[in-house]
């Protein structure tokens, strides 16, 4: 596993690294009888608990077990992930893989057995044996993990925290590997969608699933507006920085988007190939939305079969509501479009998680590497690596997250599957967290991590100039533009969590640890996709009133994810998997041509009108500069840089990453 570096106490500033021990329990106080599994959270020592939780409330969390021969299989997955080795490529099945790695029955015996004593009720067993799931009230929790579970608010969030270290008997603890979703304070995750959608309904006293609560609500673009780069400029306003700028496109399309990449001319289409795709939840219009919008932009909509779901219907009412209920709706539609944009031929399977908390996104992702049946695996969703207290900068993970997600990175390496992750839309996250950091899990070592960039594509589907997604926000006051500030960007920077992995030792990153992203596709909300979606519209629009199928402009690096996660569709139609990308990618990197060196070019930003109300002009309209690679620290420069990795594929990435490797 990787090393988690940073130590579980309060951090002032962005000081205070310091190493802690790596593995899968940690040692209790001689004589306890007990083996320490994690740390309570950091912030949990610090923060005001608004209340002891209730005895008789229900409490649920994940028990992780290890694997048969960890260092074994963290070996395997570096050398068949490596093209200089000779091991490249030969992965193995998943019977392969339950045969020689995944936790014994006798693990998953001895576990269960321990929880039923111990008060707790078990309630399933993860695909492969990567979890055991129990549940009981919150003493009985308490008492069978010695973690005391408290109630706290933060950031507006409720939720419970151990506030002491949680354990398991010596008996047990060689089978455990991690304990998860006792936090339910700091660990859950947030779409990484740029738009101005409407609010997200939820309710958790009226609402069993996130489908009771009916379409999302509608947001129209206004115009004017460019159906290509350039198409229209304003001449209006003033000018900025002394150049009269162009209108914001009204949103690419995948046939613009397929050319710019040089999907179009690979004739590929990702035919033969199977992506999967991670959320929350499940919107109940999904198929028939994107099958509406391929036919509406000169596309096919799916053929029978093609388009799949595996969704975790076992909702909680209350994770529903934390979680934003439908708000998700919108990107599990971006990212289906996106990748039937960019591979109209591949498959594509939606896994729904049954929430936004962690443990859930696990499990969704522990179907994928169980089924096998998808090789590429797009993730746009994400979580800070630290959060502020009353002043005080906390950690939001800890090794025993860490060591959860990477059981499923480092199974899916051995079985040639890719983990592509979006990188965040908060910049470095020094204005909203305190501390300059990539997002997590996009920093961890073992996923794909995919930066953003503000694509130009011009009237003839070519890439006009592309440059990084940073958006600094100004407003006309008084005939003069007037900045309002950042207001987002592609997430990025060196992680001070992980190590430098083995694949950016020479990549010359100026990061001693993790650099952050590792390649970057378009995700400027000023040039992004328009993806349609069943919409409630609360007045008149151009698509109707009441609930209709409508299509809006929108980015984020949840966009940058399945493009990308398509174009490795795409490549891959003609060789065997590609697994886990970033050691290709670097290799690639070194070849001129191959990716985009993005650097500062083009316009200094573009105008942008949008109706006041979100739905139509009847409130007015407001104008606005959106600039181009203003990303908060981050800057795109030449070589590898933090806002889009080793940079964005060209037309000859397909041909080169299809080589015989």
Sequence with gaps: MSAFTRSAVALVGASALAAATAGAALAAPHGSGRHQVSKAPSWAAHARAQRSTSATAQAHAKIWLASRNQAGLEKLAQAVSSPDSSSYGRYLSAGQYRASYAPTTASVRAVESWAKAAGLHVDGVGSDNHFVSVSGSTDAVSSAFTADLRTFTVDGHT??????????????????????????????????????????????????????????????????????????????????????????????????????YGVTASRRTGKGETVAITDAFAAPTIRKDANTYAKRHGDRAFRRGQFSQSNDTDYDPTRVEECGGNGWFGEETLDVEAVHGMAPDANVRYYGAASCYDDDLLAALARIVTENKASIVSNSWGEPTYVTIDGTVYTTIDQSLVDAYESIFLQGAVQGIGFYFSSGDSGDEGESTGVVSPDWPAADPWVTAVGGTALAVNKRGQRQFETGWGTERYSLVDGTWSRDGFLYGAGGGCSDVFDKPFYQYFARTGCS?????????????????????T????????????????????????LAAPLFAGIQADTQQTRRRIGFAD????????????????????????V??????GLNGSDGTRRTVRTFDDDSSLTTARGWDDVTGVGAPTARYIKAASGRW
């Excluded at 919409?535 to 949840?558: H, N």
């Excluded at 050691?583 to 573009?606: K, M, T």
């Design 535 to 558: 919409q409630v519209f609360d007045a008149p629009t151009k698509f109707g009133q009441g609930t209709r199928y409508g299509e809006y402009r929108i980015g984020g690096t949840s």
């Design 608 to 613: 942008r009108v949008d109706y006041v109300n």
């Design 583 to 606: 050691p290709l990618l670097y290799l690639l990197g070194s070849v001129r041509g191959v990716f985009d060196d993005v650097r500062p070019e083009g316009d200094p930003g573009n």
């Design 159 to 260: 939720g419970t925290a151990p506030t002491s270290a949680v354990t398991v008997p010596d008996g047990i603890a060689g089978s455990v590997l991690a304990v998860t979703g006792l936090d339910t304070v700091t660990h859950w995750t947030t779409p990484d969608l740029e738009g101005d959608q409407g609010t997200p309904q939820a309710d958790a006293t009226t609402t069993t699933s996130p489908s009771d609560l009916g379409p999302p609500d509608g947001y129209v673009n206004s115009g004017p507006c460019s159906a290509y780069y350039g198409q229209k400029v304003d001449r209006t306003d003033p000018a900025f920085e002394g150049k009269h700028l162009p209108y914001a496109v009204c949103g690419y399309v995948p046939g613009q988007l397929r050319s710019a």
């Design 513 to 533: 640890m993790r650099g952050v992203p590792d390649v970057g596709l378009d995700a400027d909300p000023t040039t992004g996709m328009l993806v349609g979606e």
